[in-house]
């Protein structure tokens, strides 16, 4: 079974508006963390945001959120005030803190943010 | 947050001649570093873990003798293709595990295009 889903090979989003980038995950570990990075076309990727597995409120860092739904096993990263240079490919990650600290990655969501 | 820095960012060889690919954490020990290798348009696809002062582990369906993985300090870790052939033309792309125990985030290198000829 895929450790991290990302359902939303590609998205499109117009400049100033919001965006969701779904992501589900599967683990029977109790501590894990979740991690957003986007890679822009340079290829580096850069660290977003994260949200910890025991954590009681959703990650916020600037104009990304996290929209952490414990029971539903989603993560879902939501992009306010969309702009041009939010364009970029979303990697979803998790890490299992108790069977080797392993990350995992998503397939990738490709956001284009339209003027 | 801590900085990677991963060395060239571009690479272009002939056939059958071996590169090496540096990865360095600038600012942070980084005993454990990882090695991605990506397609176009595809996920990161975890090669092998560097250990810092012993062997690598690599991931099943890696060849261990084609790359090559010497983590020798506490801040660099390189990867050597070698012989390298077209097929082995992809993005490389390093990163290690960030100080902050809590949250333990990957910081990535910049990448590495390799073009084999």
């Known amino acids: 079974a895929q450790k991290i889903t990302q359902t939303q090979p590609g998205m499109f989003v117009q400049e100033k508006e919001a965006v969701t980038l779904d992501c589900t995950y599967d683990?029977?570990?109790?501590?894990?963390?979740l991690f957003w990075y986007k890679q822009p076309s340079s290829g580096e990727m850069i660290f977003l945001i994260y949200q910890g597995s025991y954590d009681q409120q959703n990650a916020t860092e600037g104009r990304y959120s996290l929209n952490f739904q414990k029971a539903r096993k989603s993560a879902n990263l939501v992009i306010s005030a969309s702009q041009l240079g939010d364009s970029a490919m979303y990697f979803c990650?998790?890490?299992?803190?108790?069977?080797?600290?392993?990350?995992?990655f998503g397939t990738g969501t490709s956001l284009t943010v339209i003027p | 947050g801590a900085v990677v820095s991963q060395h060239p960012s571009r690479v272009i060889c002939k056939s059958g001649t071996s590169v090496k690919i540096e990865c360095r954490s600038l600012d942070f020990q980084a005993t454990t570093m990882f090695w991605y290798r990506q397609f176009p348009k595809q996920s990161l696809m975890l090669m092998a873990t560097?250990?810092?002062?012993?062997?690598?582990?690599?991931e099943q369906g890696v060849e261990k003798d084609k790359f090559l993985i010497n983590h020798a300090s506490l801040t660099l870790s390189t990867l050597t293709v070698t012989s390298a052939h077209p097929e082995d033309s992809s993005f490389y792309i390093c990163?290690?595990?960030?100080?902050?125990?809590?949250?333990?985030?990957?910081?990535f290198g910049e990448g590495s295009r390799l073009t084999v000829l």
């Open positions: 560097s250990n810092e002062g012993s062997k690598a582990t690599y």
């Open positions: 990163s290690a595990r960030g100080p902050l125990v809590s949250t333990g985030e990957l910081f």
């Open positions: 990650a998790m890490r299992e803190e108790n069977t080797g600290n392993q990350f995992y």
């Open positions: 683990t029977s570990d109790p501590s894990y963390g």
